[in-house]
């Protein structure tokens, strides 16, 4: 297993669920910075994935101060995200040159255009959605057509210990069941994960 930006590991736990796969597909929905907690860098770096972002400040300076660190937990994640504090090569989504990063609201996303313009198959592998506020991760995950498309794997942030978090996991939790996916795992109340219970 190489390197993990994920937070919560949730890049670790793709690709032990698909079996190590290369060359995957994913839509990191709220993909943030392009290394700095961000679920598909492993994906794309050191397994040859390619796929979407889509998020309203992709390109933020925020991401790369000292007091974007005040939000990050962690040991390892602290010394992690000081490294990439220093190296300018992973603070540019340049470096992650098999994403098409849209700077574009996610909850009006034309996610159906978007996939083929990309070539992406009716299967694909990895969906991540972690959006703020975290209301807007549940009504973005309403707009994604998942009667076109099936993905493999699914990591959904919740945020269920924040305000409304209850409600929010039984809306997403009914939902994503009704579309035929099966929650495997949560995370500290911040993550679920699911995997698609049908035939692809």
Known sequence: MTQSFSQLE???WVIETLDNKRNGIFVDVGCASPFLINNTAMLEM?????GIGIDLEPFNGYYYTEKSLETIHGVDKQKQAKKILSDLSLQTWKTRKNT???EEDAINFDYSKAFKDNNF?????????DLEPPDATLECLLNIPFDEYKFRCIT???DEY????ES????SREYLTSKGYRMVKQVEYIDEYYVYDGEL
Request: net charge positive.
């Open 168 to 171: 929010r996991v039984l809306k």
């Open 10 to 12: 949730q890049d670790v």
């Open 162 to 165: 924040r305000e409304g978090g």
């Open 121 to 129: 198959p009716a299967v694909i592998d990895y969906l991540s959605v």
């Open 46 to 50: 050191y397994y040859g994935w390619r």
């Open 156 to 158: 959904f942030e919740t």
């Open 100 to 102: 098409k990063v849209y």
